[in-house]
């Protein structure tokens, strides 16, 4: 075993190093298909992506909850997501809402194998945590959200680990992938409710006695209704973590129509995410 963990993790650095590497030729863009850095978006559409959750709402964009980021259609709304229940998390940092287009980089990274993605959408959440209005603190550690065994079986990699690393990497910060880890095995939560996942999720991580002290920075793909992040920050605030902040590539609107979409690609319905 100590042989095999050791080719892994040497695997893992070649990897990284070629990912590396491979930012920094020319390339396409995956949107528009215009001159960028390989494997990134070109400055145009990673505007036109990002620019609802990098901006405020003094231009006529939704407000968010200052909790989970969930866009809301008013500062005074109450969010459904956060209601009822006290977020083990102390703040999200999203760097799109899930819908068109940026839905389609994800689910080709996770069901489609686009391995490069893992870079592009780690440097998008490093730039969200650069334009936050509270940066992390410079001793803030990354845990990736484990995934479960039927996952890996299937994809053959950690979504949120491949995007945590990109993520560590463009903000100099470490990452611990052993910090973390799951209970027990669960039931996709891609088809059930608000409920569901949270009962789901409920004391389904623990966390090594290293966390406590610490401020750390949980990184997911996507997060839905923030079950799942609530319940692995549930685990590390126990183990004594000092603060948890919550890193989505993308945050889940809670229904189209309660987002007031702008830029090009508007017209789209936004779309229900596979994260949990």
């Given at each position: ?28 863009c ?74 389609a ?19 998008l959440?490093a730039?969200?945590?650069?334009h ?7 001793s ?17 990699f ?103 979409r702008?830029?090009?690609w ?11």
């Amino acid at each position: 075993m100590p042989a095999i963990a050791t080719l892994s993790a040497a695997a893992r650095r070649a990897r990284a190093t070629l990912s590396h590497w491979r930012t920094l030729l020319p390339g396409d863009c995956p949107l528009c298909g215009d001159r960028a850095r390989a494997g990134r978006l070109c400055a145009p559409c990673e505007r036109e992506l990002c620019w609802h959750a990098r901006t405020g709402p003094a231009l006529g964009l939704p407000w968010r909850c200052p909790r989970c980021a969930l866009p809301l259609d008013g500062h005074d709304e109450p969010c459904p997501d956060c209601a009822g229940r006290d977020t083990a998390f102390d703040r999200t940092i999203a760097a799109f809402d899930y819908g068109p287009p940026g839905d389609a980089l994800i689910l080709e990274f996770k069901h489609g194998r686009r391995y490069p993605r893992a870079d592009m959408l780690g440097n998008l959440l490093a730039e969200a945590v650069r334009h936050d209005r509270l940066p992390l603190a410079p001793s803030t550690v990354l845990l990736p959200v484990p995934a479960g065994m039927a996952s890996l079986r299937a994809r053959g990699f950690n979504p949120a680990a491949e995007i945590a690393r990109a993520a560590a990497r463009d903000l100099g910060l470490p990452l611990r992938r052993g910090w973390l880890w799951r209970t027990r095995e669960q039931a996709r939560q891609a088809t059930q409710g608000r409920g569901g996942r949270l009962r789901a999720a409920e004391g389904l991580y623990a966390c090594s006695p290293a966390v406590a002290g610490r401020r750390l920075a949980l990184v997911d793909d996507v997060m839905t209704t923030g079950a799942t992040l609530h319940a692995a920050a549930a685990a590390l605030k126990q183990a004594g973590a000092r603060e948890v902040v919550a890193l989505a590539v993308a945050r889940t609107p809670h229904a189209p129509r309660n987002v007031r979409r702008q830029g090009p690609w508007a017209a789209g319905p936004a779309v229900r995410g596979h994260g949990y």
